[in-house]
């Protein structure tokens, strides 16, 4: 049997080697607090695309210096932060690699110093501050930091640029109503509460023509939540913007319990790429070579986004073609090991 995993995958003009992608992972490790690469994120990250993955995906990186979700995340928001995210970019296509950086904003769960923004001054839960309610003005310019990121993603070399519309953060605020209450063009109906994240697409498609991945929680786990329905109408009115892929997530929106198991959220990018007509990622304790290469055979979703696992294992893609019966050129210097 011919593994689909470690078959070859072109989303618009870039062809991925395989099927695995390195999820996006907060590393916490910007450690002056200035969102600039240290020399863990090079190791880090490096690692994976000697170990050989796909698509590495680097992880949350703030848009604005505001919209963290702690002060040691990486940032984007500022020129500086180019010329690291340039030589990280460039270490992993020399190691193999495609890249993707996750743009993000944290809106209510920030945690950083003075005020924090979001659709509606609703705190997460106890432990966060309450945000204040994002004027109209404060929309437009997030909107636009979101635009002006992209272009230096662009600058910086990657290959792919996801919008982090999930776990809570500010885009997923702005798309539930348990977290957005507003009463005006950006609340109320779906139409509504999905103006932002298509006025942050239209924004964004003017400066970047690569391929533009979202990542959704498609379920919020609570009863007066949105649910997997409501995000295949989401999905369809992002494919119609133009975007290539939706990476598919669930949950942290607001504080609830979630039934995990192996593969838990398969079934949600499998309905959203039936019924939405578009290419998912599948992500959630994946684990083994057999379960991801199932889950590509079987049209389950397009990529498999590989996160923890990843930790234990950098070699993982070796790990999974063993079990799969699978030959994999190793780098060059690892020949001799690689048996």
Known sequence: ????????????????????????????SSHNEDGMVEDWHMTHYVSRAVGGVGLVMIEATAVT????????????WNDTQIEGLHK??????????????????????????GTIIAPSAI???????TPSAMTIEDIKETVEAFKVAAERSKQ???????????????????????????????????ENRYRFLREIIEAVNEVWDGPLFVRVSATDHHPDGLTVEDYVT???????????LIDVSSGALVPAKIDVYPGYQITLAEKIRNESQIATGAVGLITTGIQAEEIVHNNRADLVFVARELLRDPYWPRTAAKELGVKIAPPIQYERGWV
């Not at 078959?7 to 907060?26: A, F, H, Q, W």
């Not at 705190?123 to 501050?129: L, P, Q, V």
């Not at 792919?160 to 500010?170: P, Q, S």
Request: aromatic share 10%.
């Open 1 to 28: 049997m011919k593994s689909i995993l470690f078959s070859s995958y072109t989303i618009k003009n870039v062809e991925l080697k395989n099927r695995i992608v390195m999820g996006p992972m907060c590393m916490y």
């Open 123 to 129: 705190g997460f839960s106890d432990a966060y501050k």
């Open 88 to 113: 990280l970019v460039q270490q992993l296509h020399n190691n193999g690699a495609k890249t993707a950086i996750q743009l993000a904003h944290a809106g209510r769960k920030a945690n950083v110093d």
């Open 156 to 190: 910086a070399g990657f290959d792919i640029i996801e919008l982090h519309g999930a776990h809570g953060y500010l885009i997923n605020q702005f798309l539930s109503p348990l977290s957005n209450n507003r009463d005006d063009q950006y609340g109320g109906s779906a």
């Open 65 to 76: 210096a505001q919209g963290r979700i702690s002060p040691q995340d990486l940032g984007i």
């Open 234 to 244: 989401f999905c369809t009115w992002m494919k119609e913007q133009g975007v290539d």
